[in-house]
């Protein structure tokens, strides 16, 4: 954002040059400068990049390249927040969890695109409905991997993860020169623990490790030990 603000004032440096007007002059209109008054006076950003590397004579100062080089040294982190809520039904007689509802609120602040961030959102919680229950890394007793190939592995799809419910809040970051914060991992920490209490929950217990797979969430009905290792027995 801020290497896109110098390179449009740099650009209206050299449309300033080429319409022979001064910058003042100048206002902003759908991607190209233009005379205040005169929309049909002016230039666009491609029209500004060529002429910059033209015979143009560039005010003092100026060189003759259309770019800019910026580091971004926020003063501090910007920090994105949300609030998830998960409804699960758990089958006594199996251990099977089954996501019912999930609900989540995210704030990024502003949404620079809103449907890649309803992306965003879509795979974390996926991912983090994935290590709630059922990704468990087990060995065998020799050591060897059980899981060690997506055959083996079980990961969620589509048919595992409910119709996700989003909604939103915007509160602008002070500390980002647009107010905007990240969104790719929020709902990756936000959702297993929300998917965690809510078996928990149903299983009127106070604590048990994850993942919650059929055999361990049975285990738990049973009043016996969490163990993971139990998982592949």
Partial sequence: AVAAQRIKDK?????????????????????RWHVKGDPSQGKTIAEIAMAA????????????????????NPPNLTYPFGAYICVVDVDPQTGAVKVRRFIA?????????????????????????GMALMEVIAFDPD?????????????????????????????????????????GESATVGSPPA?????????????????????????ALQGRPMRPDLAIE
């Avoid at 650009?11 to 991607?31: F, K, N, P, Q, Y």
């Avoid at 609120?105 to 409905?129: F, S, T």
């Avoid at 998917?195 to 285990?219: C, E, G, K, S, Y």
Wanted: charged share 20%; glycine share 10%; hydrophobic share 40%.
């Fill in 11 to 31: 650009a209206r440096v050299i449309a300033a040059a080429a319409l022979e007007c001064s910058v003042e002059d100048l206002e902003w209109e759908h991607g």
């Fill in 195 to 219: 998917v965690v209490n809510a078996v928990l929950d149903a299983l009127q217990i106070r604590h048990a490790d994850m993942p919650f797979t059929p055999a361990m969430t049975w285990r």
């Fill in 53 to 72: 590397h033209s015979s143009l004579e560039l005010p003092e100062g100026v060189e003759g390249h259309l770019d800019a080089s910026v580091v971004y």
């Fill in 143 to 183: 050591g060897n991997n059980l899981g060690g190939s997506f055959m083996d592995y079980l990961l969620p799809t589509s048919m595992e993860c409910p119709s996700w419910e989003l909604g939103e809040t915007v509160t602008p970051s002070p500390h980002h020169p647009i107010g905007v914060k990240g969104v």
């Fill in 105 to 129: 609120v995210d704030d990024c602040g502003p949404r620079i695109n809103p449907m890649i961030v309803e992306g965003q959102v879509h795979g974390g919680l996926a991912d983090g409905l």
